[in-house]
C-alpha cells in the first residue's frame, strides 16, 4: 500500500508551530491581523472564507471580513483595499477570488500592498519566489513543499512533473520544486503525449481541475502523486464510474448529493504510486494553514521581528 500524506496532521503540526509565534507577538501589543474581503455571495468562497476566519480564531490572530455587495465597482473595491493598505493592525489582505465579472481582478490584486499580500499572487512577490528572495509565496504551492518535506520525501535530484500552469498553483509550484533543486517540466492542456510526459515523473502534481484526469498511465510505478484537484461532482453516474461502483462512496453521494473529487483516479493511484494526497484530506488543509504562515510572517517582519 501506498503512503498517505496526510494533509490533516501536517496542518495541525503547523497550526502547533505557530501558536507560540502568534502568542509572542500578542505579548508584544498585538496579534497578527488578516482581512479577507469577501464580494457577493459565491457559496464555496464563503466556506473558505468562513475557515479560514475559524483558523484565525483558532489560533488567535486578529481577523475582519469586509463582505461588499456582488454590484461593487473596481474604484470602490480599490478604495477598500487602499484602507486596508493603510490600516497598521492589519498585516495581511486576502481578496477572495473569483471577483465578478465588472471587476478587473488583476487591478486589485495589484492594489494590495506587496509587504500584506499573504496570498502571495503581487507581481512584486511573484518575482521575489523567481528570484528565490524572501516574500509572501502562494500558499496552495507552499503547501504542497510542507507536505512533500514534513512526509519525508526527497526532492533534491528527482523529477517533478506538473500538470496546470495556473498562476496561483502550477507556476509558482513549478518554481518551488525548482528551488528545491528538483528537475521541473510543467505541462498543459497542448502538451503532447501527456501521460508519457507523467510517467517520468518521480513527483507528479496534478492542478488541472478535471476529475480523475490521471489514470494509472500518467502515473509511473512507485511515484509520489499531489492531486490539488478539488471538483465538485453532482452527476451519480460520474461517481460511480470514478469510484467503480464503490457501495460507501455512492451511499456517501446519496446522503449529500455530491462528492469531491481530486483530479487524480483515487482508485488507480493506490495501485501505483509509492505516497500520494488524498482529496479530501491531503493538500487542501495546507492553502489554510499556509495562509496562517504568511499572516504571521508578514505580522513578524511588520513588527521588527525578523
Ligand atoms: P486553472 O483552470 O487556472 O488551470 C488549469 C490548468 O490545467 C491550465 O494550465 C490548463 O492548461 C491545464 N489543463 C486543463 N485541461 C487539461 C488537459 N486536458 N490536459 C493538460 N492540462 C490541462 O486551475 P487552477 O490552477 O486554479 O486549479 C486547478 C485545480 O486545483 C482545480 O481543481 C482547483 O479547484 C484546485 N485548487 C485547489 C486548491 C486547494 O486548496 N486544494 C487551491 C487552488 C486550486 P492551459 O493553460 O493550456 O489551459
Known amino acids: 500500500m501506498p503512503r498517505i500524506l496526510d494533509g490533516n496532521r501536517v496542518r495541525d503540526d503547523i497550526k502547533s508551530e505557530l501558536k507560540p509565534r502568534v502568542d509572542a507577538l500578542a505579548a508584544r501589543g498585538r496579534p497578527p491581523g488578516l482581512a479577507v474581503v469577501l464580494v457577493g455571495h459565491n457559496p464555496a468562497s464563503e466556506i473558505y472564507v468562513r475557515n479560514k476566519i475559524k483558523t484565525c480564531q483558532d ?8 463582505t461588499p455587495p456582488d454590484s461593487i465597482s473596481t474604484a470602490e473595491l480599490l478604495a477598500i483595499v487602499e484602507s486596508l493598505n493603510a490600516r497598521p ?28 499580500d499573504v496570498d502571495g499572487f503581487h507581481p512584486c512577490n511573484v518575482g521575489a ?8 509565496r502562494a500558499c496552495t504551492p507552499a503547501g504542497i513543499i510542507e507536505l512533500l518535506k514534513r512526509g519525508g520525501i526527497a526532492i533534491a535530484g528527482r523529477r517533478a512533473v506538473i500538470v496546470g500552469r495556473s498562476d496561483i498553483v502550477g507556476k509558482p509550484a513549478a518554481m518551488l520544486l525548482l528551488h528545491e533543486h528538483a528537475t521541473v517540466t510543467i505541462c498543459h492542456s497542448k502538451t503532447p503525449d501527456l501521460p508519457a510526459v ?20 500518467f502515473i509511473r510505478q512507485g511515484a509520489t502523486v499531489i492531486d490539488v484537484g478539488t471538483n465538485r461532482i453532482e ?72
Not at 129 to 136: E, I, S, Y
Not at 244 to 254: G, I, T, V
Open 59 to 66: 489560533l488567535g490572530i486578529f481577523s475582519e471580513s469586509i
Open 89 to 116: 493592525e492589519i498585516d495581511g489582505i486576502l481578496v477572495q477570488l473569483p471577483l465578478p465579472p465588472q471587476i478587473d481582478s488583476k487591478r486589485i490584486l495589484m492594489a494590495v500592498a506587496p509587504a500584506k
Open 129 to 136: 519566489l523567481v528570484a528565490n528572495l524572501p516574500a509572501p
Open 198 to 217: 507523467c510517467r517520468e515523473a518521480d513527483i507528479l502534481v496534478a492542478a488541472i481541475g478535471r476529475p480523475a484526469m490521471i489514470t494509472r498511465d
Open 235 to 306: 452527476d451519480r453516474g460520474m461517481v460511480a464510474r470514478i469510484f467503480r461502483n464503490s457501495p460507501e462512496k455512492l451511499a456517501s453521494f446519496d446522503k449529500r448529493g455530491s462528492l469531491l473529487v481530486g483530479d487524480v483516479d483515487p482508485i488507480d493511484v493506490v495501485e501505483r504510486a509509492g505516497a500520494y494526497t488524498p482529496v479530501p484530506g491531503g493538500v487542501g488543509p495546507l492553502t489554510i494553514a499556509m495562509l496562517m504562515v504568511n499572516t504571521v510572517a508578514s505580522a513578524e517582519r511588520r513588527s521588527g521581528i525578523c
